[in-house]
T-cell receptor
Framework: SQELEQSPQSLIVQEGKNLTINCTSS?????LYWYKQKYGEGLIFLMMLQKGGEEKSHEKITAKLDEKKQQSSLHITASQPSHAGIYLC????????????FGQGTRLTINP | GAVVSQHPSWVICKSGTSVKIECRSLDFQATTMFWYRQFPKQSLMLMAT?????????EQGVEKDKFLINHASLTLSTLTVTSAHPEDSSFYIC????????????FGEGSRLTVL
C-alpha cells in the first residue's frame, strides 16, 4: 500500500482557475515537501512544512499542513501555463530522517 | 541557493555495458546523498542512501551488485549501473541536503539512461 497518497493523479484546468492538490499520509509526518517536476527533468523545490497547521505561500502557490500532520494541500490561485507540470509531495516520518518517500505525483495541465 | 548537478543528463548504452552517473553538490558539502529512480509517468522510488566514506544503504529490492554506489568525497556520489539491460532504462535522480537533518533537500536535474 502507498504510504503517501496524492490526489488527483491528473488535473486539467482552464487558465486562470484555482486548483488544489492533496497529499495524505498513513501516519504522522515529521516533514512534508512539495516539489514540481517537468517531464524528464529534475525536481524544483517549492515548499517544506513541518509544524501542524503551518501554511506557506510563494507567489500564487500556497501549501498547508493540517494540525494532525497527516495531510497537506497545495493550492494554486489563478493558474497560468507556467504552472503546468508534475507536482510531487515527499515526506519524512521521523526526526532526522533525510530520505523522502514520494507520492505518486499529480500531473497538472493548464488549458489556455 | 544550493545546487546539485548530475552528469550525464542522458546516456545511451549497449546491453551488457556499465554506465556511471555522477552527482555533485556544487556549493555545499553533503555527507549523505540519495539516489532515486523514476519510471515514465510514475513517482520517484528511493534506491539507496549514499554515505560519504562508508557503504551505501540500499532499499529493499534494490540489487547492490547491480547498482554500485560510491561516495568518495563530500561533494560527489556516483551510481554505476553494471551490466546494464533494457529493463534498467529509466530516469535516475540524486538528491542531497544542505546541513544536517533540517533544511531543503536539493535534487539534481536527473539522468536518463537508455539501454539498447
Amino acid at each position: 500500500s502507498q504510504e503517501l497518497e496524492q490526489s488527483p493523479q491528473s488535473l486539467i484546468v482552464q487558465e486562470g482557475k484555482n486548483l488544489t492538490i492533496n497529499c495524505t499520509s498513513s501516519k504522522t509526518l515529521y516533514g512534508l515537501y512539495w516539489y514540481k517536476q517537468k517531464y524528464g527533468e529534475g525536481l524544483i523545490f517549492l515548499m517544506m512544512l513541518q509544524k501542524g497547521g503551518e501554511e506557506k505561500s510563494h507567489e500564487k502557490i500556497t501549501a498547508k499542513l493540517d494540525e494532525k500532520k497527516q495531510q497537506s494541500s497545495l493550492h494554486i490561485t489563478a493558474s497560468q501555463p507556467s504552472h503546468a507540470g508534475i507536482y510531487l509531495c515527499g515526506a519524512g516520518w521521523t526526526q532526522g530522517a533525510q530520505k523522502l518517500v514520494f507520492g505518486q505525483g499529480t500531473r497538472l495541465t493548464i488549458n489556455p | 541557493g544550493a545546487v546539485v548537478s548530475q552528469h550525464p543528463s542522458w546516456v545511451i548504452c549497449k546491453s551488457g555495458t556499465s554506465v556511471k552517473i555522477e552527482c555533485r553538490s556544487l556549493d555545499f558539502q553533503a555527507t549523505t546523498m540519495f539516489w532515486y529512480r523514476q519510471f515514465p509517468k510514475q513517482s520517484l522510488m528511493l534506491m539507496a542512501t549514499s554515505n560519504e566514506g562508508s557503504k551505501a544503504t540500499y532499499e529493499q529490492g534494490v540489487e547492490k551488485d547491480k547498482f554500485l554506489i560510491n561516495h568518495a568525497s563530500l561533494t560527489l556520489s556516483t551510481l554505476t549501473v553494471t551490466s546494464a539491460h533494457p529493463e534498467d532504462s529509466s530516469f535516475y535522480i540524486c538528491s542531497a541536503r544542505e546541513g544536517q537533518n533540517t533544511g531543503e533537500l536539493f535534487f539534481g536535474e536527473g539522468s536518463r539512461l537508455t539501454v539498447l
